[in-house]
T-cell receptor
């Protein structure tokens, strides 16, 4: 049990739609990172938020956006969904930038 | 740029046999290295980490890994496999830029034969 909760656990959306995924971090954790894990691959870094500000971004287009809230929750928003967005989305929370990352169980997004 | 290579997308061992999962990294600076385990339909759980202290790192569930700078390797081992070890294992290196993100290998699926 990592204390990091993601919702929903599974989601099916249609191509072109928009989706919001949610993550509840451990209390006091100032850092949250989001990763995309396609089937059979390792996770890929999407972006990171530190104290509610974006603190780094991977090679993902602007239609991937996020927010971090003062209550240690965060969101990943994806606009104009494409079939290739089908993946497991993982959030990881950290007390600070260089401390251990605790992962949620992930949200499995299927785009049809 | 930092990178991680895991040799073998699938590794199959008999119950009770030695487990060896291979990880090689590329890094221009002293790396922080991690092994994570992922059970089906679950998130990632930290097994162990190397943070430039002892080169032999012991983790949970009887796993350990040895950092070998000369070979740029961080292989994961367990002396005796158990059926419950069946899972996917990921090696990762942490960047030293402003966000300390994790760069991941593609993963190795460990299969345990009874």
């Amino acid at each position: 049990e990592t204390g990091v909760t993601q919702s929903p656990t599974h989601l099916i959306k249609t191509r072109g739609q928009q989706v919001t995924l949610r993550c509840s971090s451990q209390s006091g954790h100032n850092t949250v990172s989001w990763y995309q894990q396609a089937l059979g691959q390792g996770p890929q870094f999407i972006f990171q938020y530190y104290r509610e500000e974006e603190n780094g971004r991977g090679n993902f287009p602007p239609r991937f956006s996020g927010l971090q809230f003062p209550n240690y929750s965060s969101e990943l928003n994806v606009n104009a969904l494409e079939l290739d967005d089908s993946a497991l989305y993982l959030c990881a929370s950290q007390l600070e930038l260089n401390t251990e990352a605790f992962f949620g169980q992930g949200t499995r997004l299927t785009v049809v | 740029a930092q990178s991680v290579t895991q040799l073998g997308s699938h590794v199959s061992v008999s119950e009770g046999a030695l487990v060896l999962l291979r990880c090689n990294y590329s890094s221009s600076v002293p790396p922080y290295l991690f092994w994570y385990v992922q059970y089906p339909n679950q998130g990632l759980q930290l097994l162990l980490k190397y943070t430039s202290a002892a080169t032999l790192v012991k983790g949970i569930n009887g796993f350990e890994a040895e950092f070998k700078k000369s070979e740029t390797s961080f292989h994961l081992t367990k002396p005796s496999a158990h059926m419950s070890d069946a899972a996917e294992y990921f090696c990762a290196v942490r960047t030293m830029d402003s966000n300390y993100q994790l760069i991941w290998g593609a993963g190795t699926k460990l299969i345990i034969k009874p």
